[in-house]
């Protein structure tokens, strides 16, 4: 499988997505459905490259 690449902007877009479908699923009690648990794992991955990212800013503007 390759890896995508995206903006940070579409990265945000498949979190702001992400969010909106796990808080339907949550609203309808869908907890155990084979969708909910990857989603949930890719939308941590974003979030903790977000964080890499980040942190990686923060040490380039520090030098």
């Known amino acids: 499988m390759q890896k995508i690449e995206l903006t940070?902007?579409?990265?945000?877009?498949?979190?702001r997505l992400l969010n909106l479908f796990l808080g339907k699923a949550h609203a309808l009690n869908v907890r155990d459905n084979s969708?909910?648990?990857?989603?949930?794992?890719?939308?941590?991955?974003?979030?903790?490259?977000?964080?890499?990212?980040d942190t990686q800013e923060e040490e380039n503007d520090a030098e």
């Open 8 to 15: 940070r902007d579409e990265a945000m877009l498949v979190m």
């Open 35 to 53: 969708d909910v648990a990857p989603a949930k794992a890719l939308k941590q991955n974003i979030f903790d490259q977000f964080m890499k990212l």
